[in-house]
């Protein structure tokens, strides 16, 4: 069969996307394809040009069709050639002043639209070229255009606020420039928006910076040579360096009107996208569907669908009838989706939803049940599922409301114990909580035994949380603890005083001899931090540090984020710095790009988004110690000005801060410590609620807290006692941290901790010397203190050779993860 | 050896391809996780505990079932086989060899599936053998072998999955079907990592999700187009290992320009903000992993849809990466070696292509048979269902209960029918064995020993623990025992699980899925080992790709595959989105689980979930008796209102036959490329159920 002549005007949206159509449909075998391009370039994606002009695309990344794409496909595609005229008798198009000549059996026009430019005075300075500074924004070169214009000035006016000008106008803003927008109309966006909504959007685009000129009609350009300003029709005027002109759209229909078919605004098409002459369709902006013209790529799209059903036969009788619409402003920050019908009409009911205050307005229009329009500003969670009722012309809920706001009833939240009896606890094995119940009060009274006899737990193992709590719910005080409970780490069969004991009589200093020693060589990852923290706590500096021990935080001593990159932070004694310090971590966060600069709750800078192989010469640049931001160890001690400066601090509180934080800084312990000095009791740095505080009292005393929680939960800490001086306050924090690390349970917190052991008996073993070992507690912590080394050291002695490097060394493959307390905050 | 202290037997759980370790006991079975397992370390799932349950079950065959009169009657094995040989000999030389076909399953093990494959090339000499894994991993197997050069579900090890930082599974539930799957995810999140769930419903996956991109149905291949658009625009994108390591690339760029948020939004439902925070948390992460399973792939653009996922690890610069990349979540038990070994139509043993000239020498050699009387390759599973009565006259069927888990299962129910004659093996009397002309007792799990190779493409040991109840033989000696009847004897002379496994290790020698350094012993010792292995003193390759690809140039290829709609789309008659998939306590046909009481107590009936505003439109509370209608037929179901599912989408679980069952209402339009059935996406209605409508068929 011999083929046909295909010829394509115009390779935009509309022309390139049919002959992909006819493509995907076979049409290699039936058509000789030609296309003709206004620009020097392949197919772009114009929708995207937006994004290109404010930055966040890369031109040369928006290309849908390559050039190469076409010599692929076997289409001779004519670049940078103006289609001049059809002959439609012969059935030939010319182009390029007759240098090129091609014959057709179909012809599709597809020359989309050009810019409207209303008529300025001193726009051009010659028929059809602007004045310097005058802009369109249709194509990538405007855009280009447009770019570099811009690096150039200050100022910048945007006539139009429509969709386009607005992203242009925002676009524009990014570069750096003042940036006005002039509209005709009373408010924005008019085509899709109501009053109130635009309203709205004016205010969101002025918050942005945008400055509005609304009900403005544009007399001319004012400047010689360049742009230098506006000139309105009522006398005023406004400066600007710059203008683009986003005034609307009109159809590209002149090369139709020169072959005689049917124009009125558009070239006329019927249903089969036919025009006038048989022989001839037109798709996409420049063509006129019953009476419609669209300057959106989704009819377009739909309309040559239909017509490369029809060339290629495969759906010869498709016919296109017409396409709903809607829209999305591509401008950061401001979420607005619209589409069909802005305003109710005749039986129409009208859904309104105001909220200026925040920006939000939410619409809709049904007609016969369905979604004959919407606009969304503001808020726009709800729109994929109003499009699609939209698009699909689904039946609406008779509750409105649900089609504005997400349904609630999805998030839970109940708490396991007000949970009904038939309710499913564990999934996995399907265990109510009835069932757990009556385990419970079967005797049952271990969360080991619990879960072996329901099988709660026993699968993916996320509800053993809600086990434990039904079991204390049922069990009350008489819930046993199974023996495994009291191991200080699942990996080795010891309780804590057992474990310590058995480390201390075989001179145990590294992780894998007590595995070998105590848990029959078999090495259990999960174990091995909680162990390398009892190590550390044991033996100080002779601890044999193995590194494979540690979590990944404490392998390069900075807290990992959930992207990846480690937070920095220096320690800074009890929040104070100097100038020159900041200087400095400002330099470092400059130099480093760091992400994010934030002042932590513990009084102290942290330099977030830095990659982990950079870690050293950030420490190196920053000269200071490490917070130990990241470890199970003393964190920070928050301080409030104290008695220096405040009127109403009665203590030093900052002085005995600093104190605090030199003598303990770095002291491993099972879980974080975190604590305060406050100068008053007003307790501005809240040290009632910390694991270790003091609070100055009237007479130069302090009151020591201990086991306090402002976290996930909040207790009130215990007064361990009343002491007099700094030294003492010193002496019963470090008597009590010690204590703390010698007998807690790995991430056991000290207000749990505390609440185990009862404060009653802390008092009596820490205060009162009960058990007699204050002394060697008091020695312990100081050998602790005398042990510490700035981790941070290592930013120029590594630890091993790819300490920092970018992959992670290979891990045992077979590492079956266990559930683990949560990190550190 | 620490596996020595542990009691009892050390053998795998029966179901999914997570393969738990299970330590059974005692003569009266008892079934404990085995904590010496490396993947789950003494996890299991309710199906798993009571994985026992099957074993000496009241409705356990033990004597082979002939038809006489109309009616199943109990025979010896020796009329059974008889009956057998006469049929088919009957068939064959009437219509022809490629008259009789052979339907096989991803749970049988390893050996099964080969000495399967051998007995139809070599037996009976069709061309007509395929299996349910068709309906499983087809499209995932495709797409990878078409972007990767291989396909092997994980390229690597589970343990991968904790050490990422951002996970994506699409279309997976892992926390329903293989619960223990979770703990690494767990593990991963607590390391802070992020997990993103695709999904149209809010699974309990997805519940566990740093962010739930919440679908339409049969759009995911826009969705991905849309992550990778997003990737390009913010400069996330591997450039360096894209050149480096890949090719395809610039076709892929080019059509994501295409594929920008609001559009992908409105195309997939999914808000844009969505989009591009999930391409954020992957691309900004310095590890991160895709996971395709069913949802994407098991649609008519099953193979595009999991290339376009491919495609977002490859342009992330993750596959070959440790701790990164892509893979897919086999299904079935022995999902991963059942699509090795020859089970499929244009298959031959060690993933060899059976029109490969130096595969076909390779395997008749192994197999002592003149390389022309192989046969070619023949249907693929639908096409050999649909095609029963016509094509092919005389069926057997090994593991697998095809009545209820075919698509559009009222047609297949009357091809089954049309057949002049049907076998079956299995242990009860699934709704497809009571079709049967003849019914095989075959020995369960427990009984019998073998390989099983698991979602990681790690092989492992099945166990024999217990004696099978007398009057039951093992799928191997059922094999070996026909073919000795139809004079092929000779070739199949062994039913002893090791020597079978030595044949397919000499026969998969050189393949891409070659076994031939794995022997039993190893695998007791290694706790398993990862294929390929193609000798003794290799360790096995737990990791693929780091080097290169094993494609014909050494790169991943991407592809380019643009959205289409699926083949059904919900309109004015059938207004809702219909999906199907499974729950946490019933598994595949429900041929196992719907016997065993502790999983009916949680699962009894079939569900059908639908949104509250759905709800409220037809009138339907929650546990109304409801019927969803489709082009081919009704189901009926117990209503499960829950906003946990879109408004437009209907999900029914697939585990039961008869009025309940799901695939009365599923399409029967296949992927282009691997014949996948689209079982994920039609359109339906649903109302609810006159009063007196009665339930037929169900199973007591």
Redesign the interface.
Known sequence: MKKERLVVVGNGMAGARLVEEVL?RGGRDRFDIVMFGDEPYGN??R??LS?VLAG???AK??????L??YEQNGITLHTNARVHGIDRRAKVVHAADDAILEGYDHLVIATGSNAFVPPLERAYVDEGKFREGVFVFRTLDDTNAILDYASKVKSAAVLGGGLLGLEAARGLLRLGLEVHVVHLMKHLMEVQLDRMAGLILRRSMEQMGLRVHLEKVTAGVIGEPNVQGLLFADGSTLDCEMLVVSAGIRPNAQLAIDAGLEVERGIVVGDDMRTSDDAIFAVGECAQHRGKTYGL??PLWDQVRVLAERLTMTKPDATYTGSQV???L?VMGVDLAVMGARDADGDDEEVVYSEPSRGVYKKLVVRNGKLAGAILLGD??M???L??AF??G??L???RS?LLFA?S??ASGASVLDMPDDAQIC????VTKGRIVQAVRGGCRSLKVLCDST?AG?????CKKDVQAILELVAGDTVKEDPSVHHYVPGVPLAKPELVRAIRERGLRSVSSVFAALA?G?EDAPSKPGLASLLKTIWGKDYDDERDARF?NDRVHAN?????TFSVIPRIYGGVTTAAELRRIADVAEKHHARMVKITGGQRIDLLGIPKERLPEVWRDLGMPSGHAYAKSFRTCKTCVGSEFCRWGVGDSTGLGIEIEKRFQGLESPHKMKLATAGCPRNCSEATTKDVGAVAIEGGKWEVYVGGAAGSRVRKGDVLCVVDSHDDVLKYFGRFMQYYRENAKYLERTYDFVERTGIEKVKRVLVDDEDGICARLDAAVQEAVDAYVDPWREADWPATQNQFA???A???????????A??DG | MAAEALPGTATHCPYCALQCGLRVTGPRPVVRGDEDFPVNRGALCVKGWNAAATLAHSERLTSPLVRKGGELATATWDEALDTIAARVHEVQSKHGRDAVGVFGSGALTNEKGYLLGKFARVALRTSNIDYNGRFCMSSAATASNLALGIDRGLPFPLADVARTQALMLVGANVAETMPPFMRYVDAMRAEGGALVVVDPRKTPTAQAATLHLRLTPGTDAALANGIVHVLVRDALIDADYIDRRTEGFEEVKALVAGYWPERVERITGVPQAQIVEAAHLLGRARRSMVLTARGAEQQSQGVNNTLAFVNVALALGQVGREGGGYGCITGQGNGQGGREHGQKADQLPGYRKIDDPEARRHVASVWGVDEDALPRAGKSAYEMLSSLGDDVRALFVVGSNVLVSTPNAKLIAQKLRALDFLVVADFFLSETAALADVVLPTAQWAEEDGTMTNLEGRVIRRTRAIDAPAGVRTDLEVICAIAARLGYGDFFASSDARQVFDELRRATAGGPADYAGITYERIDAERGVFWPCPREDHPGTPRLFAERFPTKSGRARFHAVAHRAPAEEPDADYPLYLTTGRVLAQYQSGTQTRRVPELTAIAPVAIAQLHPTTARRHGIAHGDAVTVSTRRGDARFTASVAATIREDTVFVPFHWGGAQSANRLTIGALDPTSKMPEFKVCAARIQRSAPNAEADGERK
């Open positions: 995907a772009y994606n929708i995207l994004n966040a695309h890369d990344d928006i290309f849908l069709n390559p190469a794409w790529v989704a809607s829209t999305k591509k726009a969670t729109a994929p599922n499009l699609q698009d699909r689904r039946d809920p008779a509750d649900e349904l009833s999805e999934n996995c094995n399907g099988r026993t699968g993916c193992g996320t029959g078999v990944i990992i984020q959930k992207d990846g970018e992959s992670l290979p891990a045992a493959d077979d590492l079956v993860p266990l559930r683990r949560s990190g």
